[in-house]
């Protein structure tokens, strides 16, 4: 039976809704939070790649969360853009509502705990009292919109009977869109199967509403419990961008998408992702949090395309299909390409940008990413496509930031006292500092501390490359840490040392940003 749904109309049967929680279940790991700049040029990403519905935030987490995701709907053309609430808050339900009015298309998404575990020492409410909160809570989200999801959280660990009494209490109060997650990832692909087939033959009303996966990956299950669910019914899946997200992360987007469509044999459905922009959005999620995916991670990680073996690379290079079941292309891996050269325009440089996949960029913004791409190219003798997206996106996430990097010098060896003579723009205002430590990154480091005094502690200080050879760009990573709360920061640049200061004032941006938002601990879901 086709269903009609509020936002999407008559639904293809063999169409998969995409529902993207990067930018929730995915900001709120630890590590992942995002400033408002990243969220948006995210949410820009996650429109572009075309998820149906985009998840922003947790309205009443935080002002912050608040503002993102208000932001979002007012600016994020395409998908639905939806909100996330505790199914027993009134107020969670109104602010969610208020936050995500200003969008095209909106949903608000609530919801409570059904296991006996949560119920009893996470909740400490009765099974009863839950029904009548799912009753209440879908009700009040239908007054803000006609598109309201409901989740049963720990949903894969729920009572049979009592998931069927809860979820046709959803339906019956107005949800469309009913989702169960497997929030603590301990389900095998038979239970996730038995669970949807179960309520799809048991509760009124279900061939009226659309059923929705949603599963973490603490055992490495997700992706392969998703499968199990698109088997079993469910036309929507929730999945995160290079599967981050809570603990050991949610399914990975990529991986669902290229299943299905790699293996259309096997899995008669489809997505509207457009795959060649998967890379893309992975590695512009890696940048804006300082975590790279691991080399074989599938789909995007470095290794993912490569053929080490003799043997392989004799068959891949008589024909492709000998070891690659999908082309790199198709998910957005190109040849390595030779940039412009140091005596290449603006226009071209612009161009090259729209062609990586950046829409339009402000002219402040275009003006510092290609002074420094200049730069750049005078310094390094090959300029390739990741050294440019590293770069760019380095400036544009910066656009925001109270504390900006100016210059450095930094005087070393083996002899003298590290010394690092710094300057850096402080709420506009440009200040230096002369400081010396330990090595040139301690001097580096103890300057930032001499002009912005913070108490933070580093927790972590990690370096990579971004291309290869002697003069590839240094990716530093650095983690601070500041009354248990955690940033990640990340700076790119040919000199190491530079990348350095560059990543630690990034993460120090990204605490002042934390100061002002309320710990979402006690809320998080
Ligand atoms: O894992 C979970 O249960 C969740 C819900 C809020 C959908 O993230
Ligand atoms: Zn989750």
Redesign the pocket.
């Known amino acids: 039976m086709t269903i009609s749904h509020p936002n999407f109309g008559a639904l293809d049967p063999d169409r998969i809704i995409i529902f993207d929680?990067t930018l929730?279940?995915g900001e709120q790991s630890p590590g992942f939070s995002m400033n408002l700049t990243e969220k948006l040029r995210m949410a820009e990403a996650l429109a572009e790649l075309g998820v149906d519905v985009l998840e922003a935030g947790f309205p009443i987490a935080s002002p912050g969360d608040f503002e993102s995701v208000d932001a979002i709907a007012r600016t994020i053309k395409g998908p639905v853009i939806c909100g996330?609430a505790r199914t027993g808050g009134r107020e969670d339900i109104t602010r969610a509502g208020e936050a995500i009015r200003p969008a095209e298309r909106r949903r608000i998404?609530n919801?409570i705990?059904t296991s006996p575990l949560h119920m009893k020492y996470k909740l400490r409410m009765e099974p009863e009292t839950v029904l009548e909160a799912i009753v209440a809570g879908n009700t009040l989200a239908r007054n803000y919109t006609d598109d309201v999801e409901w989740?049963?959280?720990?949903?894969s660990r729920t009572d049979p009977d009592f998931l069927c009494r809860c979820v046709e209490a959803a339906i019956k109060a107005g949800a469309t869109t009913i989702?169960i997650?497997?929030?603590?990832g301990y389900a095998l692909p038979e239970d996730i199967a038995r669970i949807f087939t179960m309520l799809r033959e048991r509760v009124p009303g279900a061939d009226q509403v659309i059923f929705s996966a949603?599963n973490?990956n603490d055992l490495g299950l997700a992706v392969a419990n998703t499968i199990a669910a698109i088997r079993a019914g469910v036309r929507q899946v929730?999945c995160t961008i290079n599967g981050i997200?809570?603990r050991a992360g949610?399914a990975a987007l990529e991986e669902i998408v290229m299943a299905i469509r790699t293996r259309h044999d096997a899995l008669a459905w489809h997505a509207g992702i457009e795959t060649p922009k998967i890379l893309r959005t992975s590695k512009l999620l890696s940048t804006i949090t300082g975590f790279d995916v691991q080399p074989n991670k599938a789909i995007v990680g470095r290794n993912a395309f490569a053929h080490e073996s003799g043997i392989h690379q004799d068959g891949v290079l008589k024909n492709a299909a000998t070891y690659e079941i999908m082309t790199p292309e198709s998910v957005g891996w190109t040849k390595s390409s030779l940039v412009m050269g140091k005596h290449s325009g603006r226009a071209a440089f612009r161009d090259k940008l729209r062609a990586l996949g950046y829409g339009e960029i402000g002219d402040n913004q275009l003006n510092d990413a290609f002074r420094r791409f200049k730069d750049l190219a005078d310094r390094k003798k090959v300029v390739y496509d990741d050294d440019l997206i590293a770069l760019v996106d380095d400036e544009v996430m910066r656009g925001h930031d109270r504390i900006r990097f100016v210059s450095l010098d930094v005087h070393t060896g083996s002899k003298a006292k590290p010394r690092a003579e710094l300057e850096l723009e402080i709420d506009g205002v440009v200040q230096s500092a002369i400081a010396t430590g330990d090595g040139p990154v301690d001097a580096t480091f103890n300057a930032i501390r001499d002009l912005f005094a913070h108490d933070s502690v580093l927790r972590l200080y990690s370096v990579g490359a971004v291309t290869e050879g002697t003069d590839a760009q240094a990716r530093v990573t650095v983690r601070l840490e500041e009354n248990g709360k955690m940033v990640d920061g990340q700076g790119a640049d040919t000199d190491t040392i530079v990348a350095s200061a560059r990543a630690y004032v990034h993460a120090l941006n990204k605490l002042l940003v934390k100061r002002t938002r309320t710990a979402p601990e006690a809320l998080s879901?």
């Open positions: 929680t929730r279940d996330l998404h919801f705990s989740s049963a959280e720990d949903g989702n997650p497997d929030t603590v949603h973490h929730e997200g809570e949610n879901a």
